[in-house]
């Protein structure tokens, strides 16, 4: 079954004509009132009579990645395969479910999410400060994140295999919005398979509650955490290779080139020289060191996880419990 999940906040004018819109391969819909002030989720208690629909309320707003994440656990609880996010302000196609399903229904990916990039007539039409936030926010994702292939990251237009819900620790995922870039960093550690689908994003007249210059300095400090978790997760936790050894050499040379360059120009600047076999060594660090980290980006970019790890848990999924311990616990509090 496919579910879609529907985080709500500020969305009272175009929630209704988005359910409306939803095709009849979607088997639920989970509407998520993340304490909306404009009592979305009762309008829709109170105006649809779609019998696919189930509402959840917050008691308390706990921001996008919140609702999404109690929007997951329901739909795994009743049964959902497949779970599409979709945003409530009217800004995403229902008409593209389909497309963002089939990768995941035919095994070929994990997690699929849009992409506004492709088409160069689309972004023609974007606004200037989004796409430049967009082509920055994108490459910093690809550090942080491992996945070199993907674009748009803060795209939330997403699909999800269920079966790979369980093993996300939706507990330590952001629950702000930050919330897509920090799933993409636990689905490479998990290994997933994630694929771009191209897509038309809608600006219409409704207001965005993402507010960039407050979310920067959040949003740096998370990817800075996340790229080092990463790295010390997938090559010297899980796996030590080759690029490792790279990494860490790369590493130790630049530093030790840095360090002692600065130190031998302070001496050299008073002498007025510098030895032939001192010049030698600082350069040979430094040329060795960027080499080999080089080698090690090259090494990551081309190691993007393909095979999709649904695939390998058919057999294998945990219960629902395993979900999210203290995510489905304070989920049950904050619902009505």
């Not at 359910?19 to 998520?32: C, D, H, N, S, T």
């Amino acid at each position: 079954m496919i579910a879609v999940v529907i985080p709500c906040y500020r969305v009272r004018r175009q929630v209704l004509d988005v359910i409306a819109g939803i095709g009849a391969e979607v088997g639920l819909i989970v509407v998520v009132d993340d304490a909306c002030p404009e009592g979305s989720g009762q309008l829709v208690q109170q105006q649809c009579t779609d019998q696919r629909v189930a509402v959840i309320f917050h008691a308390q707003n706990r921001g996008v990645g919140g609702a999404v994440k109690t929007g997951y656990v329901a739909a795994v609880e009743r049964g959902a395969s497949v779970i599409v996010k979709l945003d409530g302000d009217g800004q995403m196609d229902p008409a593209l479910i389909p497309q963002f399903t089939a990768p995941i229904v035919d095994g070929s990916a994990d997690y699929t999410k849009g992409n506004r990039f492709f088409d160069v007539r689309v972004v023609s039409k974007m606004p200037g400060m989004r796409l430049f936030g967009n082509t920055m926010l994108s490459f910093v994702t690809k550090l942080s994140s491992g996945y070199w292939n993907l674009f748009d990251p803060t795209n939330g237009y997403t699909a999800i295999s269920a079966r790979i819900v369980p093993y996300l620790e939706l507990d330590k995922v952001a629950d702000s919005f930050f919330f897509e870039s920090d799933m993409l960093f636990r689905l490479n550690i998990l290994r997933a398979a994630v694929l771009d689908i191209p897509m038309e994003a809608v600006y219409g007249d409704e207001e965005s509650n993402l507010r960039i210059l407050k979310v920067l300095p959040t949003f740096a400090g998370s990817h800075l955490r996340n790229f080092f978790k990463r790295l010390f997760y997938n090559y010297f936790i899980r796996d030590f290779s080759y690029a490792s050894i790279e990494l860490v050499a790369g590493v130790v040379l630049l530093v030790f080139g840095s360090v002692f360059g600065i130190t031998t120009w302070i001496d050299a600047h008073d002498k007025y020289y510098a030895s032939a076999g001192t010049v030698m060594l600082f350069g040979m660090s430094m040329i060795i060191g960027v080499q080999m980290l080089l080698g090690f980006l090259q090494y990551d970019i081309s190691h993007v996880p393909i095979v999709p790890v649904q695939n390998r848990l058919r057999h294998a999924a945990p219960g629902i419990a395993a979900i999210a311990t203290e995510t489905t616990d304070n989920n049950k509090r904050g619902e009505k």
